[in-house]
């Protein structure tokens, strides 16, 4: 056999093959996501801080550490189950990088979280937060906007753009020339509103709006290429296509219902207008308590 026929062989068996939908892996995914992320900061507010003081690591830190390590693991595992064979340098740089920027998000997001115990408010900007008009030298300011440089946006991004980069390069795997098997479980559909929900809050939370959307439309597009070859979306494709199309309804309805905010306008004053879940916490649920 030639080397061409060898080649030719290899992609009909990676488009022949069609994985089962991961039961297993995207309900871990979805589970860890839930607990160890969106549920990190409201397990700093609720144990009480004398079992965690403010100059040790915090419940949430150590939620932080386990998610830095299972989220790779799974992500990893995922691409193991892929029918077709993926780049392996750049999954690899992809992982290294999404640790690396995780942990840098560990640590200012830690600092910063510690400091809603001393009255900062996440609905203003590092300079109008009132424990930091009074504060000397007024250098200090800057380490403090430079910690938050690092948390909401070298942070951010080193962990979120490898993140959805490795999940649509899995993505770019899940098609079948069978149409009869581009459907989705009973278990798959159950799992869609809460995957959907937790890309809300990422996206939300993360103000990485712009990269979730340029993703989705990169993932729709392709489908309609692959649709012109008679390729299908299988069951994990589906899974994290309808994933997607949800979070994008709902970060839709979350700024429709904040459009008209004069506060939460003034923190995001640029054509983007996605407010955080956290700034909007600060500013409308802890504030009357």
């Not at 056999?1 to 068996?13: P, Q, R, Y």
């Not at 910063?112 to 930091?132: A, T």
């Not at 709902?250 to 459009?259: H, I, S």
Request: with cysteine; aromatic share 18%; hydrophobic share 50%.
């Amino acid at each position: 056999m030639t080397k061409l026929n060898w080649h030719s062989s290899v992609k009909a068996e990676e488009a022949a093959g069609t994985a089962p939908f991961h039961l297993d892996l995207w309900f871990y995914f979805t589970l860890q996501n839930w607990v160890l992320d969106f549920g990190r900061p409201i397990a700093m507010l609720v144990f009480p801080l004398e079992w965690f003081p403010l100059n040790k690591p915090s419940v949430g830190d150590y939620f932080h550490m386990a998610y830095n390590i299972i989220t790779p693991f799974l992500l990893l595992k995922l691409i193991e189950r892929s029918p077709r064979t993926l780049p392996r340098s750049m999954i690899y740089v992809s992982i290294i990088t999404f640790i690396m920027g995780a942990s840098i998000h560990l640590v200012g997001d830690s600092v910063n979280h510690r400091l809603l115990f001393s009255g900062y408010q996440h609905h203003l900007s590092v300079r109008e937060n009132p424990i930091m008009k009074n504060l000397k030298p007024e250098t200090l300011i800057d380490s403090f906007e430079l910690l938050y440089y690092y948390d909401e946006y070298l942070g951010h991004s080193m962990w979120y753009i490898p993140f959805f980069l490795i999940l649509f390069m899995y993505f770019s795997g899940c098609f079948t020339p069978t149409k009869a098997k581009s459907s989705m479980p009973g278990a798959a559909l159950l799992l869609v509103v809460p995957s959907g929900l937790y890309y809300w809050y990422l996206v939300t939370e993360g103000q990485i709006f712009i990269l979730f959307i340029f993703t989705f439309f990169a993932m729709l597009a392709l489908v309609l290429h692959q649709k012109r070859k008679r390729l299908f979306l299988d069951s994990n494709g589906l899974f994290l296509f309808y994933s997607f199309a949800l979070t994008l309804l709902l970060v839709a309805l979350w700024v429709a219902w904040l459009w008209n905010d004069p506060v939460l306008r003034k923190k995001y004053p640029g054509v983007i207008y996605v407010p955080e879940p956290w700034a909007f916490y600060t500013l409308h649920v802890s504030s009357r308590h």
